[in-house]
């Protein structure tokens, strides 16, 4: 992340503890993002993130370490558990196509929930928390971009959450959709 690390420890409602992320996360982070996939491919969604389990993907590992490094990780826990990992970065992936917003932003770059906790409310709790970290940092814009495919539930995750849908873009035929939450 080029800005300062963001910090911060937060207990939510739900017996959900969020604390900062790190390398030794990045075990953790891939096993979610593999279960994602077996998930997701479970429910006929293939096309979203493939069928290549995340942690065997060219540059799956070096992406989740570089993001648990170089940006600002949080780490949800149920029972001392890591059950969900967000990353925050003060702009979209170079390698979306998507432009940087006109004024400071955060953006929501990774994401992703321990199946196995589907329903506790941990991506609700992750996204609150990148709410008060944009807060904490001075910024009033949240960004997050998503696939916007299927039946658009994911979209709608992220409506429910308070963001408003932006800009649709295609990432070759990856269809997606970048979501916005002022905080200020």
Same mark, same amino acid.
């Given at each position: 992340?080029?800005?300062?690390?963001?910090?911060?420890?937060?207990?939510?409602?739900?017996?959900?503890?969020?604390? *900062?992320?790190g +390398? #030794?996360?990045v075990?953790?982070?891939?096993?979610? /993002?593999?279960?994602?996939?077996?998930?997701?491919?479970? &429910?006929?969604?293939?096309?979203?993130?493939?069928?290549?389990?995340?942690?065997?993907?060219?540059?799956?590992?070096?992406?989740v370490?570089?993001?648990?490094?170089?940006?600002?990780?949080?780490?949800?826990?149920?029972?001392?558990a890591?059950?969900?990992?967000?990353?925050?970065?003060s702009?979209?992936?170079?390698?979306? *196509?998507?432009? +940087? #917003?006109?004024?400071?932003?955060?953006?929501?770059? /990774?994401?992703?929930?321990?199946?196995?906790?589907?329903? &506790?409310?941990?991506?609700a709790?992750?996204?609150?928390?990148?709410?008060?970290?944009?807060?904490?940092?001075?910024?009033?814009?949240?960004?997050v971009?998503?696939?916007?495919?299927?039946?658009?539930?994911?979209?709608?995750?992220?409506?429910?959450?308070?963001?408003?849908?932006?800009?649709r873009?295609?990432?070759?035929?990856?269809?997606g959709q970048?979501?916005?939450?002022?905080?200020g």
């Open positions: 992340m080029t800005g300062p690390r963001l910090s911060g420890v937060n207990d939510t409602a739900h017996g959900i503890r969020i604390r *900062p992320g +390398p #030794a996360d075990t953790a982070t891939l096993d979610m /993002l593999d279960g994602a996939i077996v998930w997701m491919n479970a &429910r006929g969604n293939t096309e979203q993130w493939g069928t290549t389990p995340y942690s065997r993907k060219p540059g799956g590992v070096e992406r370490e570089r993001y648990l490094t170089e940006n600002a990780p949080f780490v949800a826990e149920l029972d001392g890591p059950a969900g990992t967000l990353v925050l970065d702009e979209p992936s170079p390698q979306m *196509p998507i432009a +940087p #917003a006109a004024e400071p932003e955060l953006y929501v770059r /990774l994401l992703v929930t321990d199946r196995r906790h589907a329903g &506790r409310g941990v991506g709790a992750l996204l609150a928390h990148a709410v008060e970290e944009t807060r904490r940092a001075g910024v009033e814009l949240l960004r971009d998503c696939w916007a495919g299927g039946g658009g539930e994911l979209v709608a995750f992220y409506e429910r959450n308070g963001f408003t849908p932006t800009d873009f295609l990432s070759g035929t990856w269809p970048v979501l916005a939450r002022r905080v």
